[in-house]
């Protein structure tokens, strides 16, 4: 037969096929046999007025196809819907399921959540839980002053006068290379012995503390060692804190030397390279120590900047901004004779992790030229400053400098901005080698209440870019007990181990004075602090009676998550906050702004909402009903938040006779119990039970099979009201057993699953119970065994009718492997429940599609054969017909689509193996027509919490990084050799070859270490759910010659679309393809954001101000001119790879002598 030309939808017809026998696992059925019944009778849809219309076209004289009508879609439409609907109806059991719990009413009572008294219970018992560890800060704070206080300061004290347990010791006894094996100091460190103990995830030992040093400070100096004197006597303070609160976890006192000494002890983890630990770099020190601070950082780009110069302030500049928190605001300039920012950000921004980023690479882009401008450089920092249209912490104001040197004062400039009242403090560093008077520097810091520091070369960076922290302590230090208030942190790592926690901070003041009379002594001592585990918090949190979908949250004043089931960070870094802002980790909009925002002030407050949530496995979203309730939690900065849908408002509750709890046998004698053993399994099909703590002494087991071992094992011994055991969850889960079981009995044993082409049938409830029928299907079940993990069981909840969900396929993994038919497509249906007036959804049910066979059950449904016994009809020569899904599948493409996107059925057998992926990876073209005629909406969103892999570094030549390289000519010059860079570059070697890790990548060790491997990153999620078009839609994709016809409408009752469409000719309508695939992402653009910031508040106390503060401490110089006898020596020390023993800073430590 001739094929007509294709025009306006007209193709060849296809071949002439037998009838199919109805598909199925088993022989096709004979004549007297059961067949697949079509449902029960179900109202016809509406037929909605067609778009587009579209005239049969057929080439003059020949047979021809044309594209099938709007009606006959839509009968097709309705034909799916009736069979879905009819083997939900028979295998769901969802009737039968309401029944069986009626049946059982005397089993259970119907309780309430009261979303309002339930978050002030909550909020109350977090409350309390803080106020004990509140108790302990302060009985240590007060401990510590007074034993400061009555210390007496030793000159000529040495290290072998001091015991302690050094925690770093055991490391750097492995550690042939460490300085002090060398040195052979060991005597003053004492030997312990530790016991594991699950609390504190650690190895610890309860009669001892143990020390901490940063490795860039010497232990043996007199500062260091009176330090380790005076603190020893805090050990029995935090042992008596033990003892009164057992439940305690670290306690931590961060001195303002650098020492840490924390109880209970335990060994560093020293990382693999160097260790850059240092106590007053972590979050809760620095938001202890000091008020929150408005920062302006300018750097001298000027000419005379050398270039080993200018890398010093890059990193003099990075390492400053480390010691800001969020509570901080920050700006960096660069100035020459103009100043300009070396950023995006044209004002002050919070000090936050992706702000930080932003000026730390936009800093390494600074040039020298020019000449220097002092005035133009404080001229826009004070302007900064003054600037009060933008978001601020409004409190400590101050002027960080880094130059290498000058002659101007600027006194104009400070008597126009800064005096008489000095509100803002100026500190300055002289930064590299050189022969400037620094008289100039020392000025400016000590006329505007600063300080004045000295970085020489690189080894000084980190100890004077933190010491200003002592000099803003001052005021707090002045006011006394008014300052003595404790604060909680943000979210972070604790670096021994506990995973994620808050800490409690309580500063701790110098109270001694020099003499009678003498003034009162400013100096801050450092910071006590009490970590506070989240799963100790979390535990205070209602678990499964608010059912799957339903939570509680906390956020702090910058609404930063403190509590969230979305706070899931992939790697953690200890030395910055976790920061997940409450809008992030869900799907912003603007009523949870509103409720953000009076959460962040302090308010109570309840909301209904309608609101988009991701699902469980981040593929799909789905619009759904919120009833949010928030509380604040009084002495905290926390705001507890509530969150339930509103079919949550009531949950079952076993109520196990009392008959049978008067027993006193095991709960293995217990009624349904025998349904939870694997000798039933082959009757009554595989239970799966949810991975819950049932009772403290079970063992836990990432293998459903062995944890369910464990849990008949320990129920042999246990009875049903344990002390040890959780009532609730226990009782439930044999309900439901049960409750399941009887499903078995009505209604699954008895039906023929092969002859509707079903892989299974299944269960799952808020009791935690997950029955698979047959005990085969188990084989392949591969969903969560805890429903409220299980993305389809909280999907079901959250959507009326059948939920469909594919099997998931990445695009770069291969197609799915047919063989076997175990490929299934589950099909689930929440099921609800109406007791008394009262509505809720304890259990979902459903079956899985055998997907070969109902891909041929799909083609015939979307064919004009009313039955699968019918003989395709034929096209005769001068007759015209339209194209069905079975006959014409060579010209007419026919798929079921879910709502996220993903291809579920396909008339194309060549599609079966891509069932799964997202259509645009299957029909690009037809995908994009689809969601510009708004059958879909795109939701993009960002997770802030992906991990990744680290970028290779560009160069991993042995090198030291950042180090200035000499040429042939400096080393042949002599002049060259006496100079400061000379001088400067041998610091920088000699550093490098004691601490080779800061300077030098190691490619070997990087690919040893997970850490290393993977780094935390921003990756940008796309999702796409059902638009606002709910009707049948005839529509054309343009494309000239190669234009197509295509119709798409809802199934209704289920989460399906239906699409029939012409097969593309040709490429030429290959257009732009819609991602869905997660992609790695830099995040919205930071120069945007921050010119609408998110509300926030600060703390709500700020010290920046005493008018008795005495500000003649403000720093003095350290000149060190090299000289040649230096630098022989230096370089002799070099060559025999005996690193000299560092000195502490003069000036960094020498006020702290009492």
């Not at 040495?158 to 300085?179: F, R």
Request: proline letters at 6%; hydrophobic letters at 35%.
């Amino acid at each position: 037969m001739a094929v007509p030309a294709r025009t306006c939808g007209a193709s060849r017809p296809g071949p002439a096929r037998t009838a199919l026998p109805w598909p199925g696992r088993g022989p096709r059925p004979g004549p007297g046999a059961r067949r697949p019944p079509s449902g029960p009778p179900r109202p016809l849809l509406l037929l909605l007025p067609p778009l587009l219309l579209l005239p049969l076209c057929a080439a003059p004289g020949a047979s021809a196809y044309s594209f099938p009508q709007q009606h006959t879609m839509q009968h097709w439409a309705r034909r799916l819907e009736q069979e879905i609907d009819g083997v939900m109806r028979i295998f769901g059991g969802v009737q039968q399921l309401r029944e069986i719990y009626k049946d059982n009413r005397n089993l259970f009572e119907v309780q309430e959540n009261e979303p309002q008294k339930l978050v002030e219970k909550v909020a109350g018992d977090i409350e309390s839980l803080l106020d004990r560890k509140v108790q302990a800060l302060k009985r240590l704070a007060d401990a510590a002053e007074n034993f400061q206080k009555a210390h007496r300061w030793q000159d000529n004290i040495k290290e072998e006068d001091i015991l302690y347990y050094d925690a770093k010791a055991d490391a750097e006894l492995d550690d042939p290379e460490s300085e002090d094996v060398e040195r052979g100091s060991k005597a003053s460190t004492l030997r312990l012995d530790f016991v594991e103990d699950s609390n504190f995830k650690n190895k610890v030992n309860y009669s001892y503390t143990a020390v901490q040093i940063p490795t860039d400070i010497y232990k043996g100096s007199t500062v260091i060692l009176n330090e380790l004197n005076w603190t020893e006597a805090l050990e029995n303070v935090f042992i008596e804190n033990r003892r009164q609160d057992p439940t305690l976890l670290w306690q931590v006192f961060g001195s303002a030397t650098g020492v840490t000494r924390y109880y209970p002890a335990t060994p560093w983890r020293a990382p693999k390279k160097i260790d850059l630990y240092d106590v007053r770099r972590r979050p809760w020190y620095i938001q202890g120590a000091s008020s929150p601070k408005d920062m302006v950082i300018i750097v001298d780009v000027s000419g005379s900047v050398s270039g080993l110069t200018l890398k010093l302030m890059k990193t003099s500049v990075c390492e400053m901004l480390d010691t800001l928190s969020d509570d901080d605001y920050v700006n960096v300039a660069s100035f020459n004779e103009k100043a300009q920012p070396v950023s995006c950000f044209t004002h002050l921004v919070q000090a936050n992790v992706r702000n930080k980023k932003v000026f730390k690479e936009a800093v390494q882009g600074m040039v020298a030229k020019g000449t220097t401008g002092y005035k133009a450089g404080f001229e826009y920092a004070f302007d900064q400053l003054q600037n009060s249209n933008i978001t601020r912490a409004n409190c400590n104001k101050m002027i960080m400098m880094f130059t290498d040197g000058g002659e101007d004062r600027v006194q104009d400039v400070f008597e126009k901005y800064n005096w008489p009242n000095r509100t803002v403090r100026v500190f300055t560093f002289s930064v590299g080698q050189h022969n400037y008077d620094v008289t100039p520097l020392q000025w400016m810091a000590c006329a505007n209440k600063g300080y004045y520091f000295e970085i020489p070369s690189i080894g000084a960076i980190r100890i004077n870019t933190q010491e200003y922290l002592d000099v803003l302590g001052r005021p707090m230090v002045l006011a006394g007990k008014e300052a003595k208030q404790v604060q909680w942190t943000n979210v972070y790592e604790d670096a021994l181990g506990l995973g994620l926690v808050v800490t409690g901070t309580l500063p701790v003041f110098n109270l001694t004075q020099d003499g009678p009379g003498e003034k009162k002594n400013q100096l801050i001592l450092g910071v006590m602090g009490i970590d506070v585990a989240l799963n100790d918090i979390k535990r205070l949190t209602p678990n499964y009676t608010l059912g799957a979908n339903g939570y509680v949250f906390a956020i702090d004043l910058n609404g930063y998550v403190l509590l969230h089931p979305n706070l899931k960070p992939q790697t953690t870094n200890f030395r910055e906050p976790v920061t997940l802002d409450f809008l992030d980790a869900e799907l912003e909009d603007e009523n949870k702004e509103e409720i953000r925002r009076s959460m962040i002030d302090g308010n109570k407050g309840h909301k209904q909402i309608r609101t988009l949530v991701k699902s469980l496995d981040e593929r799909y979203v789905d619009e759904v009903m919120r009833n949010y309730t928030w509380v604040p939690i009084r002495s905290t900065n926390y705001s507890l938040g509530l969150v339930l849908p509103p079919y949550s408002t009531f949950y079952l509750q076993a109520n196990l006779s009392d008959q049978i709890l008067q027993v006193k046998l095991p709960i293995s004698k217990l009624k349904d119990f025998e349904f939870l053993l694997p000798s039933s399994f082959e009757s009554e099909g595989h239970v799966f039970i949810a991975p819950r703590e049932y009772c403290k002494d079970l063992n836990a087991s990432d293998n459903n099979t062995e944890f369910l071992k464990n849990f008949i094992e320990l129920m042999e011994k246990v009875t049903p009201d344990s002390k040890q055991c959780n009532n609730f969850l226990l009782h439930n889960l044999i309900l439901d057993t049960g409750i399941t079981q009887q499903l078995v009995e009505r209604v699954w044993r008895d039906q023929d699953l092969n002859t509707y082409s079903l892989l299974a049938v299944f269960a799952a409830t808020d009791g935690g119970i997950t029955r698979v029928f047959p005990n085969k299907a188990a084989d392949d079940w591969t969903e969560n065994p805890e429903p409220f993990n299980a993305s389809f069981y909280r999907r079901s909840l959250d959507n009326h009718g059948y939920v469909f969900k594919p099997p998931h396929q990445d695009a770069l993994l291969r197609p799915l492997e047919l063989e076997n038919d175990t490929v299934g497509i589950l099909v689930s249906t929440a099921v609800e429940l109406s007791l008394g007036g009262r509505t809720l959804r304890p259990a979902v049910v459903g079956v899985k599609l055998d997907l070969e066979a109902w891909a041929e059950k799909f083609k015939v449904l979307a064919s004009n054969r009313t039955h699968q016994d019918q003989p395709q009809k034929q096209c005769g020569p001068s007759s015209h017909c339209e194209m069905d899904c079975e006959v014409n599948n060579e010209d007419l493409l026919c798929v079921l689509i879910d709502d996220g996107g993903f291809l579920v059925l396909s008339n194309q057998n060549h599609q079966w193996d891509q069932v799964g992926r997202f259509f645009s990876e299957v029909d690009a073209n037809l995908m994009l027509a689809l969601y510009n005629n708004s059958f879909y909406t795109r939701k993009e969103s960002y997770d802030y919490q992906a991990a990744c892999a680290p970028q290779p570094p560009g160069n991993l030549g042995a090198a030291p990084r950042g180090v200035f390289v000499p040429t042939i000519a400096d080393f042949l010059n002599l002049a060259w050799w006496t100079s400061a860079a000379a001088w400067s570059l041998f610091q920088q070697l000699l550093y490098g070859l004691i601490y080779h890790s800061w300077f030098q990548a190691d490619p070997a060790e990087a690919e040893g270490n997970p850490e290393a491997r993977e780094s935390s990153c921003v990756m940008k999620q796309t999702q796409y759910y059902f638009g606002s078009v709910n009707a049948s839609y005839n529509a054309i994709i343009d494309c000239g010659n190669c234009s197509r016809l295509f119709h798409a409408q809802r199934l209704t009752n289920t989460n399906l679309l239906f699409v029939v469409a012409e097969k593309p000719l040709c490429s030429q309508c290959e257009g732009g393809r819609l991602l869905q695939k997660e992609t790695h992402s830099d995040g919205p653009e930071q120069c945007e954001l921050v010119q609408r910031p998110r509300y926030r508040r600060g703390p709500h106390i700020c010290f920046d101000y005493n008018a008795t503060e005495d500000t003649s401490d403000c720093g003095r110089g350290a000149s060190f001119p090299p000289s040649l006898g230096v630098l022989v020596s230096l370089q002799l020390l070099l060559l025999l790879g005996l690193p000299p023993r560092p000195q502490p800073q003069v000036h960094a430590h020498a006020s702290r002598r009492v």
